[in-house]
């Protein structure tokens, strides 16, 4: 079974320091995909970065990057010199190219994010 | 720019009326994704699409249905709503099915009150 666990259901960082929000993942496949999303209060799903499971380098997208660390099953996103609107729910998530499972993305219990000046 | 675009962004329905949502999509993927999010939760896979191959999630109430007429369009029917089914309904697409790497990309989500 595939499952995502966000162990910090709130964070607070201030204004232009950088906040790692943790994620560890479960699965036996060796072929996978971990993303990251901002959902802001409006409700929208913003897709932020992407690793892949053979990936040897870690993802990174502007102020994002994504701290993968296999052995340990952990994908932890790092925001960089946080800004006002990084304020959000951010959710981990997972797909694996098993047959039955194909196109299913298993989220975690989501981190929220609060950014004060 | 090419998007998901949801329509309505709120919808109010009463106890038991049905109701449909639309999703449409400019990206021309071949995947076309539903999923619930009640207020909290992390969001839930109804069902998806793939060009015309419709796959339901063995959990996903009968209740919720749904159509796909062509590339574009996408829509989620609630035949009976209850008051449980008052959540965020997310449309999301996805180039290709699988394959570890397909991102897939959300619209705006409609809110659904069931009064």
């Known amino acids: 079974a595939q499952k995502i666990t966000q162990t910090q259901p709130g964070m607070f960082v201030q204004e232009k320091e950088a906040v790692t929000l943790d994620c560890t993942y479960d699965?036996?496949?060796?072929?996978?995909?971990l993303f990251w999303y901002k959902q802001p209060s409006s409700g929208e799903m913003i897709f932020l970065i992407y690793?892949?499971?053979?990936?040897?380098q870690n993802a990174t997208e502007g102020r994002y990057s994504l701290n993968f660390q296999k052995a340990r099953k952990s994908a932890n996103l790092v925001i960089s010199a946080s800004q006002l609107g990084d304020s959000a729910m951010y959710f981990c998530?997972?797909?694996?190219?098993?047959?039955?499972?194909?196109?299913?993305?298993?989220f975690g219990r989501g981190t929220q994010l609060t950014v004060w000046p | 720019d090419a998007m998901v675009i949801q329509n309505p962004r709120y919808q109010v329905t009463q106890f038991g009326k049905p109701v449909t949502l639309s999703c449409s999509q400019t990206?021309?993927?071949?995947?076309m994704y539903w999923y619930q999010q009640k207020s909290s939760q992390a969001p839930k896979l109804l069902f998806h699409?793939?060009?015309?191959?419709?796959?339901n999630e063995a959990d996903t109430p009968d209740n919720f249905q749904s159509r796909r007429p062509n590339t574009s369009f996408c829509f989620l029917d609630i035949r009976s709503p209850g008051l449980g089914d008052a959540a965020m309904y997310l449309c999301?697409?996805?180039?290709?099915?699988?394959?570890?790497?397909?991102?897939?990309?959300f619209g705006p989500g409609t809110r659904l009150l069931v009064l």
């Open positions: 999301a697409t996805s180039r290709e099915l699988g394959q570890g790497g397909e991102t897939q990309y």
């Open positions: 990206l021309n993927h071949n995947v």
């Open positions: 998530a997972m797909s694996v190219d098993r047959g039955s499972t194909l196109g299913r993305l298993y």
């Open positions: 699409y793939y060009d015309k191959d419709f796959n």
């Open positions: 690793q892949g499971s053979y990936d040897e």
């Open positions: 699965t036996s496949d060796q072929s996978y995909g």
